[in-house]
């Protein structure tokens, strides 16, 4: 059955290995994120058989769906109006909103439990957190969040790379440690956690710069697609073949390569602009933008090109590439939105492969 994304188990299960090898060694924990793949339940039983320290997702239907004797982390700020659910969901969760953090409280007093939340820090890419330079705010949210009755001050963190692209660098996560100092210092605690970003650190870690003071990292796409995602290149010794998508010819037609007649708008509202290449031999995939992120998909056969695509259909160009028939499959190597939305469509059919399996 077409589409249909392959997943090496054993690949994976290398990368994570590494990642939880060259973490522990530095003394950051590990929190594996189980987003991009929608928790999957032989992905996620992989994490759990692993040394990772923790789950972490930004959605609670994921983490929900995750049975663990780990830890799980609430990656995406909470929702008040579903303050309850995160409690008895997750066992810690990053917040940045008092308001939020006193309905949490309610929450769990409600329900008998205590819950952690890491209080966020914007160091300059300006999506989730407190403004570094805010510091009497900081801290007295802190202070604030650690006298209530339900909830642990477990730790701070900061989001890096995913809106502005800012870099994780020794002097902004050098001020992440500093506060963490300071909000210790001034509460008389030891914060657990300070988690200094994503995938984007991998260079520093790799380089062993990551400051001391730092003690998580939260892992997505290094360990799906074996990516440093500060430069977008895949990390030496790390597998970027995990997943492949497989999708089958249903059309095979030698056509012009530019469209003939006036050009309006797309289904999408977009006013495409095409080169004209002469006559092509053009495939349509059954696969299309509803199932996955065409630009982000890289043909396994050099000799293919993508042309376009449509909500169901796929374009490719085959004029360079050796023979392929009408019911063949083509294959290609996801990027990081092309994985999501895979996974997130219902369309797309999952196949595991493992060495294990062939015992």
């Known amino acids: 059955m077409y589409p249909r994304v392959v997943i090496n188990l054993d690949a994976l299960k290398a990368n994570l290995d590494k990642l939880n090898e060259l973490c522990h060694s530095q003394s950051l924990t590990t929190a594996i994120v189980t987003k991009v793949f929608c928790a999957d339940e032989k992905i996620t039983e992989l994490i759990e058989n692993s040394d990772a320290d923790m789950f972490a997702d930004s959605r609670l239907e994921n983490l929900e769906a995750i ?28 917040q940045s ?36 330079k805010n510091r009497d705010e900081i801290i007295e949210t802190a202070r604030q969040i650690h006298a209530c009755s339900n909830i642990e ?13 800012i870099l994780p660098d020794n002097e902004n996560l050098g001020v992440l440690s500093e506060l963490a100092d300071s909000i210790s210092n001034t509460l008389g605690i030891k914060l657990s956690m300070v988690s200094g970003g994503n995938s984007s650190t991998m260079t520093m870690l790799s380089e062993k710069r990551v400051p001391a003071g730092i003690t998580n990292l939260r892992l997505g796409e290094s360990f799906v697609l074996g990516n440093d995602t500060s430069t977008g290149d895949p990390m030496e010794g790390f597998a970027t073949d995990s997943f492949i998508l497989e999708a089958e010819i249903v059309e095979l037609k030698r056509k012009p390569s530019k469209p003939i007649g006036k050009c309006g708008p797309n289904a999408f509202g977009e006013y495409p602009v095409f080169e004209d290449k ?11 933008r509803q199932d996955t992120d065409p630009d982000s998909l890289t043909p396994v056969d ?15 160009d085959l004029t360079q590439a050796h023979r392929y028939n009408v019911g063949d499959v083509i294959r290609f190597t996801p990027g990081y939105g092309a994985l999501l939305r895979m996974f997130t469509s219902r369309y797309v059919k999952r196949v595991y492969t493992s060495n294990q399996n062939k015992k």
């Not at 049975?67 to 990053?94: F, Y």
């Not at 949490?104 to 439990?113: M, P, S, T």
């Not at 819950?115 to 570094?132: A, T």
């Not at 002469?278 to 299309?288: K, L, P, Q, Y």
């Open 67 to 94: 049975h663990t004797s780990k830890p799980k982390l609430l990656l995406r700020i909470g929702m008040r109006s579903e303050a309850e659910r995160i409690v008895q969901s997750c066992d810690i969760s990053m």
């Open 97 to 132: 909103e008092l308001s939020t953090v006193f309905e949490l409280n309610q929450a769990a007093k409600k329900l008998g439990k205590m819950h952690k939340c890491v209080l966020m820090i914007d160091l300059g890419d300006l999506r989730e957190g407190i403004f570094f």
């Open 153 to 165: 001050l477990f730790g701070i963190g900061t989001n890096l790379t995913c809106y502005g692209g």
């Open 278 to 288: 002469g006559e092509m031999v053009r495939a349509i995939c059954a696969v299309g």
């Open 302 to 316: 050099d000799n293919i090109s993508i042309v376009g695509s449509s909500s169901d259909h796929l374009i490719v």
